[in-house]
């Protein structure tokens, strides 16, 4: 029942009892062969033949049972791997008179457990071992070390989502294959740097990240010239689904023992080595330093932690109210997005945004700030709220970028919340880089009904020339030059001059930042038409709004 064949020999003899089951699992039928051991060895794989005959005649093995895996080759050149059980019965002189033995194919079972390793160990997309395998690896590397140099690199491939974004997910699959050969052959390549069986060169590591473990490192400069190559290789377009695209990488590398004895510390360093890369302009290379771990450690964790906040949605919409000095009423709600983080406490905006711009995780957090503010107008509008026009800031790094307005329209649809309650609100230096798709997003926009805000004006550039040649609806006036007001300096009336200017263009104006009553009446006389700040309401969770909205 068990397929389990059988044989007994008695040493020093030729031939051996066999079971019918024997015949089948070694591939020959009665007439082919006489049972003899010759016969039997015949069929083992030439690799595998001595171990079978040493465990037969390891007749000063103590122990009476052995068991032995090996391979069974057919005659018609099927490939088994069966298991050999054997008990040795000794006579009184202590040698052994009879062996018997029994043998099961378990080539089925291997093939499972291979391909259960497979799973475990190696990304299914790429075929590139994985993580886990790269640690286990890396811990036997480091172990076996003794003083000699590793090193790890962390290759990331820059904007990799973009790619996502515009080819599909299917795009983007096709892609990170192409990227894994042609990584792998690069290392390979590099003189003297060919991986043998077993030994592992690369692993992909993350969506976009891919590992390179480098062995008996002689010199830096060794390190710097593959991690070069793979740069170039990468700059060599890849042709994905009929179109050539030219992706960057960056890279940071750490070495053992130098920044890292243990593997977690070396791929702690790679990867802080490998932002910095990002951080310098992408397209990089940067080796760690000691030096890249103190102040910088602090804006690298939130950075990686920002990563995983997208995916695990930790993100919050804080809403703080406009209020109009006409209507005496909540005439907006700016989204401000919060971060109340496992590691960090809560993150503000100001710290974290500018992160997230450097390290491209901003389109991101901007499109999820997106929609859920979207989706929470749309929830206020079935709750019968008189929902007023509710705004979300926008960084200038998605205001460049093309794809912006069809992500606004999608994400209205999607969310069902019409256009006319939606605003969004962008910085001058968004202005500042005379793309075309800057102008094209905002003309798309407004179009559809959304309204621009000019932010923080006053505190850039505060170009005439923007507000005259960009379609803007509302300047909102910043909060240093309202908490100037009723001090020494010029706040006041540069407040009367932006006021009378932008009413003369037909902008609205909003005053930021508005915390006292001195503020709030100057800012009235001056015909500010809405005003936000501690003074009128705080940027609040969307429970206590309900409150205060309910109380209307
Ligand atoms: P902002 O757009 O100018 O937003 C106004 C900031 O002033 C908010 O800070 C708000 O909490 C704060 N504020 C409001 N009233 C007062 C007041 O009376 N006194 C004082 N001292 N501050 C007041 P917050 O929420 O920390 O946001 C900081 C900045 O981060 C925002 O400035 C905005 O530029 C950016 N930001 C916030 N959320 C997002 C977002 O979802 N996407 C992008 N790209 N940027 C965001
Ligand atoms: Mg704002
Ligand atoms: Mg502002």
């Given at each position: 029942?068990?397929?389990?064949?059988?044989?007994?020999?008695?040493?020093?003899?030729?031939?051996?009892?066999?079971?019918?089951?024997?015949?089948?699992?070694?591939g020959?039928?009665?007439?082919?062969?006489?049972?003899?051991?010759?016969?039997?060895?015949?069929?083992?794989?030439?690799?595998?033949r001595?171990?079978?005959?040493?465990a037969?005649?390891?007749?000063?093995?103590?122990?009476?049972?052995w068991?032995?895996?090996?391979?069974?080759?057919?005659?018609?050149?099927?490939?088994?791997v069966?298991?050999?059980?054997?008990?040795?019965?000794?006579?009184?002189d202590?040698?052994p008179?009879?062996?018997?033995?029994?043998?099961?194919?378990?080539?089925?079972?291997?093939?499972a457990?291979?391909?259960?390793?497979?799973?475990?160990?190696?990304?299914?997309?790429?075929?590139?071992?994985?993580?886990?395998?790269?640690?286990?690896?890396?811990?036997?590397?480091?172990?076996g070390?003794?003083?000699?140099?590793?090193?790890?690199?962390?290759?990331?491939?820059?904007?990799?989502?973009?790619?996502?974004?515009?080819?599909?997910?299917g795009?983007?699959?096709?892609?990170?294959?192409a990227?894994?050969?042609?990584?792998?052959r690069?290392?390979?390549?590099v003189?003297?740097?060919?991986?043998?069986?077993?030994?592992?060169?690369?692993?992909?590591?993350?969506?976009?990240?891919?590992?390179?473990?480098?062995?008996?490192?002689?010199?830096?400069?060794?390190?710097?010239?593959?991690?070069?190559?793979?740069?170039?290789?990468?700059?060599?377009?890849?042709?994905?689904?009929g179109?050539?695209?030219?992706?960057?990488?960056?890279i940071?590398?750490?070495?053992?023992?130098?920044?890292?004895?243990?593997?977690?510390?070396?791929?702690?360093?790679?990867?802080?080595?490998?932002?910095?890369?990002?951080e310098?302009?992408?397209?990089?290379?940067?080796?760690?330093?000691?030096?890249?771990?103190?102040?910088?450690?602090?804006?690298?964790?939130i950075?990686?932690?920002?990563?995983?906040?997208?995916?695990?949605?930790?993100?919050?919409?804080?809403?703080?109210?406009?209020?109009?000095?006409?209507?005496?009423?909540?005439?907006?709600?700016?989204?401000?997005?919060?971060?109340?983080?496992?590691?960090?406490?809560?993150?503000?905006?100001?710290?974290?945004?500018?992160?997230?711009?450097?390290?491209?995780?901003?389109?991101?957090?901007?499109?999820?700030?997106?929609?859920?503010?979207?989706?929470?107008?749309r929830?206020?509008?079935?709750?019968?709220f008189?929902?007023?026009?509710?705004?979300?800031?926008?960084?200038?790094?998605?205001?460049?970028?093309?794809?912006l307005?069809?992500?606004?329209?999608?994400?209205?649809?999607?969310?069902?919340?019409?256009a006319?309650?939606?605003?969004?609100?962008?910085?001058?230096?968004?202005?500042?880089?005379?793309?075309?798709?800057?102008?094209a997003?905002?003309?798309?926009?407004?179009?559809?009904?959304?309204?621009?805000?000019?932010?923080?004006?006053?505190?850039?550039?505060?170009?005439?020339?923007?507000?005259?040649?960009?379609?803007?609806?509302?300047?909102?006036?910043?909060?240093s030059?309202?908490?100037?007001?009723?001090?020494?300096?010029?706040?006041?009336?540069?407040?009367?001059?932006?006021?009378?200017?932008?009413?003369?263009l037909?902008?609205?104006?909003?005053?930021?930042?508005?915390?006292?009553?001195?503020?709030?009446a100057?800012?009235?006389?001056?015909g500010?038409?809405?005003?936000?700040?501690?003074?009128?309401?705080?940027?609040?969770s969307?429970?206590?709004?309900?409150r205060?909205?309910?109380?209307?």
């Amino acid at each position: 029942i068990a397929k389990l064949a059988h044989w007994e020999w008695l040493p020093g003899r030729s031939e051996m009892l066999w079971s019918e089951e024997l015949y089948r699992v070694i591939g020959i039928d009665r007439s082919a062969g006489l049972p003899t051991l010759d016969n039997l060895l015949d069929r083992v794989h030439p690799e595998d033949r001595s171990s079978l005959e040493k465990a037969l005649q390891s007749s000063d093995d103590p122990s009476d049972t052995w068991t032995l895996d090996h391979r069974v080759l057919r005659p018609d050149g099927e490939i088994r791997v069966v298991r050999q059980r054997a008990e040795v019965e000794r006579g009184p002189d202590g040698d052994p008179d009879r062996i018997c033995g029994t043998l099961q194919d378990i080539t089925d079972r291997r093939r499972a457990e291979d391909q259960i390793r497979q799973l475990a160990y190696y990304d299914p997309l790429t075929a590139l071992p994985n993580r886990r395998m790269l640690e286990e690896h890396l811990e036997g590397v480091l172990a076996g070390a003794d003083g000699e140099k590793i090193a790890l690199m962390i290759v990331d491939l820059d904007r990799f989502k973009r790619v996502n974004d515009t080819l599909g997910y299917g795009g983007g699959d096709e892609l990170l294959r192409a990227v894994a050969r042609r990584l792998h052959r690069c290392v390979e390549s590099v003189a003297g740097r060919s991986g043998g069986a077993g030994s592992l060169t690369t692993a992909r590591i993350g969506s976009d990240e891919f590992a390179v473990v480098l062995d008996e490192v002689r010199s830096l400069e060794e390190v710097a010239t593959v991690a070069r190559k793979v740069l170039e290789s990468m700059r060599e377009p890849f042709l994905i689904e009929g179109k050539s695209l030219v992706m960057e990488a960056s890279i940071g590398t750490a070495m053992h023992p130098d920044d890292g004895r243990d593997v977690h510390a070396l791929i702690r360093n790679a990867n802080t080595a490998m932002h910095h890369a990002k951080e310098a302009g992408r397209g990089l290379q940067r080796f760690f330093r000691a030096a890249m771990n103190e102040r910088a450690t602090r804006n690298l964790g939130i950075e990686s932690g920002l990563r995983q906040a997208v995916d695990r949605d930790e993100f919050l919409v804080y809403y703080q109210p406009l209020w109009g000095t006409h209507s005496e009423a909540i005439v907006g709600l700016e989204a401000l997005v919060r971060w109340p983080s496992e590691e960090y406490g809560l993150v503000t905006p100001s710290e974290f945004i500018p992160l997230a711009e450097e390290s491209g995780i901003i389109e991101s957090i901007g499109e999820w700030v997106l929609r859920a503010t979207c989706r929470q107008g749309r929830a206020w509008l079935e709750a019968g709220f008189d929902l007023p026009r509710l705004s979300v800031n926008v960084s200038s790094l998605q205001l460049r970028e093309p794809e912006l307005f069809p992500l606004v329209d999608s994400i209205l649809h999607e969310t069902r919340l019409p256009a006319e309650h939606l605003g969004v609100e962008i910085t001058e230096s968004a202005l500042l880089t005379d793309r075309p798709a800057v102008t094209a997003n905002l003309e798309s926009l407004r179009e559809l009904g959304v309204r621009v805000s000019l932010d923080d004006f006053g505190t850039g550039f505060s170009s005439l020339s923007h507000i005259v040649r960009y379609p803007i609806d509302t300047l909102k006036i910043d909060q240093s030059f309202v908490r100037g007001i009723g001090r020494k300096g010029q706040s006041g009336p540069v407040i009367s001059a932006v006021v009378a200017m932008a009413h003369q263009l037909e902008l609205n104006v909003v005053a930021e930042g508005v915390e006292t009553a001195e503020q709030e009446a100057f800012l009235r006389r001056e015909g500010c038409d809405a005003l936000q700040g501690y003074r009128l309401a705080r940027p609040m969770s969307v429970a206590a709004l309900n409150r205060l909205l309910s109380r209307r």
